[in-house]
């Protein structure tokens, strides 16, 4: 079955640089969900949306942004990076449009490790 | 959504079943209990959700206590292979769409 699919898997910026990390959720997927997990930590929520309107915000610095386009993937736009920003970027998705009511299950990609020298 | 509480550590041994606890008091009625784990720097891996009553699959059983105040996961036979950081999170099963983890247990199947 497909999953969520993130790209690039590493990336090595330098400060003060600009990423851009992708996510191409689960097919027929409209939610998106960003966390970011520094080194020995737990998974942080950054930001999600809902059929490419932004849903909730969580602990996202100013200094990034994100969207979901029409076709549902979503960038996550990273600026004037910091060495602290070095970190796990996952991208997770769910379907809300499927009819169910048991509580859809949020799948996760694997990962772009973004290193900040 | 609730906040949940989970022992920071344990350890089970290879071929023995391993019983993950979590506290999550402040639970509400529309509230669902999801357990995800996460293999060192991996994607986490969706293990199993419930609502009341308890649910099985082929990974997993999840126990919740008639007041909904804790759970359990349980993984009847654990393999090294188990070894991992188990997250227990609460969240409204249709609608919120914040989905906060935790700090989970960390899981260490000894052989």
């Known amino acids: 079955a497909a999953g969520v699919i993130q790209s690039p898997r590493h990336l090595i910026k330098e400060k003060r640089e600009t990423a851009t990390l992708k996510c191409y959720p689960i097919?027929?997927?409209?939610?998106v969900y960003w966390y970011q997990q520094g080194p020995g930590q737990d998974p942080q929520f950054l930001i999600s949306?809902?059929?490419?309107?932004?849903?909730d915000k969580g602990s996202i610095p100013d200094r990034f942004s994100a969207q979901q386009f029409s076709d549902y993937h979503s960038e996550l736009n990273m600026s004037s990076l910091e060495l602290g920003d070095s970190a796990l970027y996952f991208c997770?998705?769910?379907?809300?449009?499927?009819?169910?009511?048991?509580?859809?299950?949020?799948?996760f990609g694997e990962g772009s490790w973004l290193t900040v020298v | 959504d609730a906040k949940t509480t989970q022992p920071t550590s344990m350890d089970c041994a290879e071929g023995r079943a391993a019983n993950l606890p979590c506290n999550h008091s402040?639970?509400?009625?529309?509230?669902?209990v999801y357990w995800y784990r996460q293999i060192h720097s991996q994607g986490p891996q969706y293990i199993i959700h419930?609502?009341?009553n308890n649910e099985t699959n082929e990974m997993a059983s999840l126990i919740i206590t008639e007041d909904r105040k804790s759970s359990t996961l349980i993984l009847p036979h654990a393999t090294l292979r188990d070894t991992a950081v188990y997250y227990c999170?609460?969240?409204?099963?249709?609608?919120?769409?914040?989905?906060?983890f935790g700090t989970g247990t960390s899981l260490t199947v000894i052989p």
């Open positions: 997770a998705s769910r379907s809300l449009r499927d009819g169910r009511s048991s509580g859809n299950t949020i799948y």
């Open positions: 097919p027929r997927h409209d939610t």
């Open positions: 949306f809902y059929e490419k309107m932004q849903s």
């Open positions: 402040t639970i509400s009625g529309n509230e669902y």
């Open positions: 419930g609502l009341k």
């Open positions: 999170i609460v969240r409204v099963g249709n609608t919120g769409n914040q989905f906060y």
